[in-house]
């Protein structure tokens, strides 16, 4: 019913930067939090950066002044423009949404298939 498409993963060099892209489609009636989650090889997934439906933002500390989330809700995506890379940003990226359907009274969270960001030189 929904879909969550990741785009924007790339190779990229120590200190470059990447901005990713999620569009959420299908039967949608309304979407609250979006967010970026991060999964490393051998770790748990963990939260990047989330952006609520009025524009609060919040991030993890190791992200905060590099990464910056955003969202154009009139396109139901969200963005996150990642700066000043490190080699401990490399990990599989997934965008998360709470979205309620056009079906449903209730939001249920959706994730995308995910998008591989490395960072090496």
């Known amino acids: 019913q929904v879909q969550l498409v990741e785009s924007g993963g790339d190779l990229v060099q120590p200190g470059g930067s990447l901005r990713l892209s999620c569009a959420a489609s299908?039967?949608?009636?309304?979407?609250?939090?979006m967010g970026w989650y991060r999964q490393a090889p051998g770790k748990q997934r963990e939260l990047v950066a989330s952006v609520t439906s009025a524009g609060t933002t919040r991030y993890a500390d190791s992200v905060k002044g590099r990464f910056t989330i955003s969202r154009d809700n009139a396109r139901n995506t969200v963005y996150l423009q990642a700066n000043s890379l490190k080699p401990e940003d490399t990990a599989i990226y997934y965008c998360n949404a709470g979205v309620r359907t056009t079906s449903s009274w209730a939001f249920n969270d959706y994730w995308g298939q995910g998008t591989q960001v490395t960072v090496s030189s």
């Open positions: 299908g039967s949608i009636d309304r979407i609250n939090a």
